[in-house]
């Protein structure tokens, strides 16, 4: 199924349940796309159980306060937030994972409706005084339920063949909302489940050619979607496209990433989870993180020493990223577009009532996934701007920059276009059998 019918049967409103289960490989295809989903620094904040027995249906139900299913009905995989995975200095709040929980559902979603599957997403799972610990499954007390994804045949939706326009402001928060209905679908699109796995991602210079201004719609529409989907529906897209505007973010992207990079505890606390198995490293190389972290120079050198090193992992560990980062590349024909999502929050409610600050953060990761994947299928490519928003100072700029009222939140920040070059960027997970079981 290619990608934006997918998108669109996957957010849709469900008329009926699904009633009967999902075969073992569409199974498998749903966990391998849960497995790819994005997260800071790749820690991959999750871990998965498969529900395979009536007891443990009728213990999560409950929990969840959701009815239960026959037993010979759809699958239920819950879904486990890693405490030990978050990261206390870089990401004191929770933002970042919040987000990749929130790009996960997004991915479990598209990859069960590509396959012709109905998704029911409860969660996330409110919070109880003792929390909830189950009887029947197995985990370690770092792990917190967070989702339950009801999935099998059977069940209907309520989908147009038309997604609802991109609603969005251009270039400053000042100027007025803009809606525009998509433009017609291009001939050739990618496959869903493809998009998935190929989701592109570029650390250099991104563009906007000739296709862009329709391109946009389409992408902007698929996010747009996906915060109304997942009850976020408040969250405002502020699109950046104005030349002057996009070389002063790349800008701030370079400070805040150079501030970060000079945070020795910021630094030690992501370095861990840059670092994988000597095998990975043999077997994938690190060519797109010493790129960019600037360190190819240095990995140039060693190779003519004629020796192999996962570099950028144990640059970083020592500091090597400061005296070797790259400088971005920052003109009008480099610097692509910038999206931002933005919330009006003018009684403080997001800083003060967790539930609602997941529940909006899980919006704008779902958002921010469907909105890489639609641009993957488009050719296009998505950088993450995190630091931006972690770095105070940096974060106070992007907003007078955008003229963001302080009565509003500033969530997240991207760069979009078309990549530049050929790239060969590597998706790098854990193992399946790391993160998935039976509840055993």
């Known amino acids: 199924m290619r990608l934006e019918e997918a998108n669109e049967r996957a957010l849709a409103e469900p008329k009926a349940p699904p009633t009967e289960p999902p075969t073992e490989g569409q199974l498998k295809e749903i966990l391998e796309a849960a497995r790819l989903a994005p997260s800071a620094y790749n820690v991959q904040p999750w871990q998965f159980r498969v529900l395979d027995s009536s007891i443990r249906k009728e213990e999560v139900a409950e929990a969840f306060s959701i009815p239960k299913a026959p037993d010979d009905g759809p699958a239920w995989i819950l879904c486990l937030m890693d405490r030990n ?110 998009c998935v796995r190929l989701r592109r991602v570029d650390r250099e210079a991104l563009g906007r050619g000739d296709s862009w201004a329709e391109d946009s719609v389409r992408i902007l529409s698929a996010g747009r979607r996906a915060l109304e989907a997942h009850g976020a529906a408040e969250v405002e897209l502020l699109l950046v496209e104005d030349d002057e505007k996009t070389v002063e973010l790349t800008g701030l992207q370079e400070k805040a990433w150079r ?26 190389r690190d060519g797109e993180l010493v790129r960019h972290f600037g360190l190819g120079p240095l990995k140039g050198l060693i190779a003519k020493l004629g020796l192999s090193s996962g570099l950028a992992p144990l640059g970083l560990r020592f500091g090597a990223g400061r005296l070797f980062i790259q400088k971005v590349q920052a003109s009008p024909e480099t610097t692509g577009a910038f999206l931002t999502t933005v919330l009006e929050d003018p009684g403080g409610r997001f800083s003060t009532d967790d539930l609602y600050r997941r529940r909006i953060l899980t919006g704008v990761g779902a958002c921010l996934e469907a909105i890489w994947l639609r641009a993957t299928s488009l050719g296009a490519s998505l950088q993450f701007q995190t630091s931006t928003m972690v770095v105070e100072e940096v974060r106070a700029e992007v907003r007078a920059a955008l003229e ?18 050929e790239m060969k960027y590597t998706n790098i997970r854990r193992d399946p059998k790391e993160i998935t079981g039976q509840g055993d």
């Open 404 to 421: 963001v009222p302080e009565t509003h939140e500033l969530l997240s920040l991207i760069r979009m276009g078309y990549p530049v070059r």
């Open 259 to 284: 501030k970060a990079m000079t945070d020795r505890h910021r630094l030690a606390e992501i370095s861990v989870w840059l670092r994988f198995s000597r095998d990975e490293w043999k077997k994938r």
């Open 85 to 194: 995975r978050m990261l206390p200095v870089a990401d004191p709040l929770g933002t970042e994972t919040y987000i990749a929980l929130g790009a996960l559902v997004l991915n479990v979603r598209v990859a069960a409706a590509a396959q012709g599957l109905a998704c029911r997403v409860v969660g996330p799972f409110e919070s109880r005084n003792p929390p909830w610990r189950p009887r029947t499954i197995s985990f370690a007390v770092n792990l917190d339920p967070y989702f339950v994804f009801i999935i099998g045949q059977g069940g209907q939706a309520d989908f147009s063949a038309d997604p609802r326009p991109a609603v969005y402001r251009l270039n400053t928060f000042q100027s007025q909302p803009k809606k525009a209905g998509p433009s017609p679908k291009p001939e050739s699109a990618m496959d869903a489940l493809e």
